[in-house]
T-cell receptor
Framework: GAVVSQHPSRVICKSGTSVKIECRSL??????MFWYRQFPKQSLMLMAT?????????EQGVEKDKFLINHASLTLSTLTVTSAHPEDSSFYIC?????????????FGPGTRLTVL | AQSVTQPDIHITVSEGASLELRCNYS??????LFWYVQSPGQGLQLLLK????DTLVQGIKGFEAEFKRSQSSFNLRKPSVHWSDAAEYFC???????????WGLGTSLAVNP
């Protein structure tokens, strides 16, 4: 399967600041990347789907102006949490789906733990 | 609407015992089914998947799952559990043309020594 990295793995920021999280597909051309949010002891909530070179498609209830997603290349997508507030504290996970092999399998990054003070 | 149900929120087994984690789905067409495992504070690792063909699929770490269309189930099994298997297990179904994953709520597995 694909190897996916996320950076940073952990970030603490002050309320009102913006935080950028990177998701990289290290050995896989990721035409599609997904961003998820996971609350403690809960399942994954899909936030948005991004296709390389296109605008992201956000799920209902997810504010696109607050969670900015850029998928500029086949190996990199970024999620920027703008004007972060304590309620944005969560575990954010990206996944990739590529063009080679099975196109219906998602491979996940290790996640980024965001804490907003 | 598509849905995935994992009836067991939490399961505890003894090391060396067998394991079965249940997953039921609701989906109109032939589903693509997945099991993922998540260790504490980690992302998700694909254990196995079913697209078509043999309904008994083998995965990594000694896991297997069986697709039963008549029961709309895709249960995960392991004959002998190791302490390192303690984790959260998620079942998911690939639904629709946009290929989003529909997730179960997960089953937390604890392993007693």
């Amino acid at each position: 399967g694909a190897v996916v990295s996320q950076h940073p793995s952990r970030v603490i920021c002050k309320s009102g600041t913006s935080v950028k999280i990177e998701c990289r597909s290290l050995d896989f051309q990721a035409t599609t990347m997904f961003w998820y949010r996971q609350f403690p002891k809960q399942s994954l909530m899909l936030m948005a789907t991004s296709n390389e070179g296109s605008k992201a498609t956000y799920e209902q209830g997810v504010e696109k102006d607050k969670f900015l997603i850029n998928h500029a290349s086949l190996t990199l997508s970024t999620l920027t949490v703008t004007s972060a507030h304590p309620e944005d504290s969560s575990f954010y996970i990206c996944s990739v789906r590529g063009t080679q092999g099975s196109t219906d399998t998602q491979y996940f990054g290790p996640g980024t733990r965001l804490t907003v003070l | 609407a598509q849905s995935v149900t994992q009836p067991d929120i939490h399961i505890t087994v003894s090391e060396g015992a067998s394991l079965e984690l249940r997953c039921n789905y609701s989906y109109g067409a032939t589903p693509y089914l997945f099991w993922y495992v998540q260790s504490p504070g980690q992302g998700l690792q694909l254990l196995l998947k079913y697209f078509s063909g043999d309904t008994l699929v083998q995965g990594i770490k000694g896991f297997e799952a069986e697709f039963k269309r008549s029961q709309s189930s895709f249960n995960l099994r392991k004959p002998s559990v190791h302490w390192s298997d303690a984790a959260e297990y998620f079942c998911a179904v690939n639904a629709g043309n946009n290929r989003k994953l529909i997730w179960g709520l997960g089953t937390s597995l604890a392993v007693n020594p």
